[in-house]
């Protein structure tokens, strides 16, 4: 079970009372496959900045360091279940534009929570492989000291003073350290006095495994990477939907005895050429749902078409679902029990021959109502192996029909059964990815003949505005030639995979000049590209026992591709 903060300690002194009354709350919350039954992940630090722009270097952030790293299971995160890990952090009022969480690395030294939760490993993913075999494998954290980056608009508010005859009276704490820590326990109180009246926000950070998750394929060997795209919001702010589907025709997963059934909350893209997810969460083993938190600010859909998707389920898709505003509770739920329809499935894959282009995109799989002005919607996604750039394992896709039909306050949902405009077992398909954009809706998949896995390609998404295809030179040393026949580079931006370029070439120490061309996008001479400036890090390992010999080796200096081509880059693997 994931640890959960109690009390904390900021010791960090304050020069003005009134700026230290401000208080801010941090959970988290997740989504996961229902094939995972634990995903660890342990925070050490989580900073603040007001600047949309700002970089990790910066001297601007608000930095909290947790006295004791925390580790969370998202598995025990599901439907709207929250795990505190930082609470009242003295964080100044104002508008905060970027949360950045700095993660234990599962190569750093077993923390005490990770160890309490029953982890081996800072960072970890168990599962359950299609022959119902459980496995552990470490969950790598690229470039973990250098954060993950959420943007947010995180209002913290200021305090609301009193003074004269009535003015609220509240405990103070006196200590004498300086340092910037949370975590600890809250020391005795040694006096009380009257001051200005707290005033608390409260954020959650979302996480979603079902994107975020990488299998990778480890020379045959199972291993997972982080790209994490979390979301950060305001509590305030927050809203839910709630609901339950009949899973007496679905086949659960044993032992995690859970459904293998999602319900995503989509709504249109902003330029209404298909719909995106802003929230998706697995039914429980009873089939209730609760997706939260779904936001309520201004601007914000005030419902969603909920898509309740499966390999081995019909796919429905409920119009116009109304967000209830507030935490999840009894008495919100919305939606009368949906019956599911069983539905046979296939399995798909990208053809190695033309493989994920960039490695670091999602892999969309869409459907479209046969309906006038209906645009498709995203019913699966799935994260490629980003050395082999197909999936690490095929991905199973429902071949049955899509159910649609529209919420009716207080009423029953008539579910209409059609073929997709796509047609019978075949979706469309896109590559999504922040740091590019999403991919054109131009190729289909659909059920093979016979046992078979169906392969197909994709168009890569173009590089960003005011981008482009930049490489990197120099030079690759090698520390003992010929102890790895594998080696792969990585590039990440606030913590996101961007890239990566394999390096075997390099193992044996006979070509030492390095030479990736058009590897990730980048400025030129007249035109910077201000996000071009890349964190590395450098897997080697052999083939004959991969997860034994694995080494992962951060790059020193960033690869700064914002002004075009790198040249005097100098990679060295051990």
């Not at 209002?155 to 009276?169: I, M, N």
């Not at 209830?324 to 021959?353: E, I």
């Not at 075997?504 to 001479?525: H, I």
Request: hydrophobic fraction near 40%.
């Amino acid at each position: 079970m994931a640890n959960k903060l109690t009390a904390v300690t900021l010791l960090l002194g304050c020069a003005i009372l009134a700026g230290c009354e401000s208080r801010t709350n941090v959970s988290a919350t997740g989504n996961t496959p229902a094939q995972f039954t634990h995903v660890f992940l342990t925070i050490n630090q989580i900073w603040f900045n007001t600047s949309a722009t700002a970089v990790a270097t910066d001297s601007t952030w608000s930095k909290f360091t947790l006295t004791t790293p925390q580790t969370i299971d998202l598995v025990n995160l599901n439907n709207g279940a929250l795990s505190a890990f930082a609470s009242q952090l003295k964080l100044s009022a104002g508008t905060y534009s970027q949360v950045m969480l700095v993660l234990a690395d599962s190569t750093a030294a077993l923390s005490a929570s990770a160890s309490s939760s029953g982890a081996a490993s800072n960072d970890e993913v168990d599962y359950l492989d299609s022959l119902d075999v459980t496995h552990t494998v470490p969950l790598a954290i690229l470039n973990a000291a250098q954060g993950i980056s959420i943007s947010t608009s995180l209002t913290v508010a200021s305090a609301t003073t009193s003074s004269g005859f009535g003015a609220p009276t509240v405990s103070t704490v006196s200590t004498s350290s300086t340092d910037t820590e949370i975590g600890s326990s809250s020391p005795t109180p040694t006096a009380t006095s009257s001051s200005p009246v707290v005033s608390t926000t409260s954020a959650i950070i979302d996480f979603d495994a079902t994107r975020d998750l990488v299998p990778i394929s480890l020379s045959g060997q199972p291993a997972f990477a982080l790209n994490p795209h979390p979301q950060a919001y305001n509590v305030k702010y927050s809203g839910n939907i709630q609901g339950a589907v009949d899973l007496s025709a679905v086949a659960t997963l044993s032992p995690a005895g859970l459904p293998d059934v999602q319900v995503a909350a989509e709504a249109l893209s902003s330029d209404g050429t298909r719909h995106v997810i802003l929230k998706s969460t697995r039914v429980d083993s009873d089939g209730n749902f609760i997706l939260y938190p779904l936001s309520t600010a201004s601007g914000a859909p005030g419902a969603y078409d909920l898509v309740i998707h499966g390999p081995s389920i019909d796919t429905v898709i409920i119009k116009s679902v109304p967000v209830t505003a507030g935490a999840p509770g009894t008495g919100t739920a919305l939606l009368g029990t949906l019956t599911l329809t069983t539905a046979a499935s296939f399995l798909v894959n990208l053809s190695s021959t033309a493989p994920a282009a960039p490695v670091s995109s999602v892999i969309g799989f869409y459907q479209t109502l046969p309906l006038p002005s209906e645009v498709p919607y995203l019913v699966e996604w799935r994260a490629p192996d980003p050395i082999s750039g197909v999936f690490a394992s095929d991905q199973s896709l429902s071949g049955g029909s899509v159910q649609y039909g529209t919420y009716l306050a207080g009423g029953t949902i008539a579910l209409t059964t059609a073929i997709p405009s796509q047609g019978a077992a075949t979706y469309g398909i896109a590559a999504i990815n922040p740091a590019y954009g999403t991919g054109a809706l131009g190729s289909t998949v659909s059920a093979p003949a016979g046992a078979t896995t169906a392969l197909f390609t994709l168009s890569a998404p173009a590089v960003p505005t005011g981008s482009t295809a930049d490489g990197i030179a120099g030079t690759v040393s090698i520390l003992s030639a010929g102890a790895y026949d594998n080696a792969e580079l990585f590039l990440t931006y606030n913590g996101a995979l961007i890239a990566s370029a394999p390096l075997n070439a390099y193992l044996s120490g006979a070509q030492t000049t390095l030479n990736l061309p058009a590897l990730a996008p980048g400025g030129g001479a007249s035109a910077r590209y201000a996000a071009g400036v890349y964190n590395a890090e450098i897997w080697a390992w052999n083939s004959s026992n991969p997860t034994g010999t694995l080494t992962r080796s951060p790059v020193a200096t960033p690869i700064d591709l914002s002004a075009g081509n790198a040249t005097g880059v100098a990679l060295n693997i051990p």
